[in-house]
């Protein structure tokens, strides 16, 4: 059964840096297609970044490209995403997702199979 589990989040300030991770059990790590969306009250679950099986292939939500990196690690199963200069408006639920065929549109919520349960992320001014 495949598993993914969030960890890491908490409350920060704004400009301060923050890296979540998530552990991906069942299948095979590195057939996944892995990313992050997030969630914040009253608005629509948004795409925050995406990586390809292997490492190959980096997508971005425009509002985080630059501040935002995302990494896998196949030995351990697990991926990252590392949060710079983080702002107020960064303040969601993050999950991690998988899906294990490959998509087109890695940026589209609907196109995965996985997720996780989220991690609350908090940025004070």
């Known amino acids: 059964q495949d598993q993914l589990v969030e960890s890491g989040g908490g409350s920060v300030q704004a400009g301060d840096s923050l890296r979540i991770s998530c552990a991906v059990s069942?299948?095979?790590?590195?057939?996944?297609?892995l990313g992050w969306f997030r969630q914040a009250p009253g608005l629509e679950r948004e795409f925050v970044a995406a990586?390809?099986?292997?490492?190959?292939?980096?997508y971005y939500g425009e509002s985080v490209k630059g501040r935002f990196t995302i990494s896998r690690n196949n030995a351990e199963s697990a991926l990252y995403l590392q949060m710079n200069s983080l702002k107020p408006e960064d303040t969601a639920v993050y999950y991690c997702?998988?899906?294990?065929?490959?998509?087109?549109?890695?940026?589209?919520?609907?196109?995965?199979?996985?997720w996780g349960q989220g991690t609350q992320v908090t940025v004070s001014s």
């Open positions: 997702a998988a899906r294990d065929a490959y998509t087109d549109v890695p940026w589209r919520s609907e196109e995965y199979d996985y």
């Open positions: 069942g299948r095979t790590f590195s057939s996944y297609l």
């Open positions: 990586i390809r099986r292997f490492g190959v292939g980096l």
